[in-house]
T-cell receptor, first 112, second 114 residues
Framework: DAGVIQSPRHEVTEMGQEVTLRCKPI?????LFWYRQTMMRGLELLIY????????DSGMPEDRFSAKMPNASFSTLKIQPSEPRDSAVYFC??????????FGEGSRLTVL | AQSVAQPEDQVNVAEGNPLTVKCTYS??????LFWYVQYPNRGLQFLLK??????LVKGSYGFEAEFNKSQTSFHLKKPSALVSDSALYFC????????????FGPGTRLSVLP
């Protein structure tokens, strides 16, 4: 298996623009997580899905953030409009019910 | 609610010496415990986990961890550190009595000095 695949690896955009981050989980995994990592706040859970259904989105910073999982093999995290404080590395990870998380390599977002 | 503490921001150890990275946790039910390592500009990589059974768990790259229920700890250890072990280490807990969320500690930066 190729592991969790995230795209793009790097994104530089200007404030106010829409940003879409993409994730393909490991086949067969029924949980998908989105995390954000910054120096100041460490690793923060944004949202997680079980069988494509959002279970806990309490970590989503505000209405500018949205996440979808239209099928078992694809998820998106969208920021609209983006702000400089959204600059971070965004990780997608997937797992089975009792298993460990498998992380993608992350999407580094810079909002100017 | 679940929580994970890693009391040391930074651990320095000489190459060849044993290393310990500390982790304590708080959960409402039986914990599933994990250690991850992160190298610069990379995603987190799984090292080892405790689900049930033997309190001493062995994982990748010669690492092991000891589950101590009375002290609610899950310290990561390695008998002989390598310079290549220098990285950021995260402890995490998954409490099946509180949804399926993973909660991560703040991370401990390990520096192995040659």
């Amino acid at each position: 298996d190729a592991g969790v695949i995230q795209s793009p690896r790097h994104e530089v955009t200007e404030m106010g623009q829409e940003v879409t981050l993409r994730c393909k989980p490991i086949s067969g995994h029924d949980y998908l997580f989105w995390y954000r990592q910054t120096m100041m706040r460490g690793l923060e859970l944004l949202i997680y899905f079980n069988n494509n259904v959002p279970i806990d989105d309490s970590g989503m910073p505000e209405d500018r953030f949205s996440a979808k999982m239209p099928n078992a093999s694809f998820s998106t995290l969208k920021i609209q409009p983006s702000e400089p404080r959204d600059s971070a590395v965004y990780f997608c990870a997937s797992s089975l019910y009792t298993g460990e998380l498998f992380f993608g390599e992350g999407s580094r977002l810079t909002v100017l | 609610a679940q929580s994970v503490a890693q009391p040391e921001d930074q651990v320095n150890v000489a190459e060849g010496n044993p290393l310990t990275v500390k982790c304590t946790y708080s959960v409402s039910g039986n914990p599933y415990l994990f250690w991850y390592v992160q190298y610069p500009n990379r995603g987190l990589q799984f090292l080892l986990k405790y689900i049930t059974g033997d309190n001493l768990v062995k994982g990748s790259y010669g690492f092991e961890a000891e589950f101590n229920k009375s002290q609610t700890s899950f310290h990561l250890k390695k008998p002989s550190a390598l310079v290549s072990d220098s990285a950021l280490y995260f402890c995490a807990v998954r409490d099946h009595n509180y949804g399926q969320n993973f909660v991560f500690g703040p991370g401990t930066r390990l520096s192995v000095l040659p």
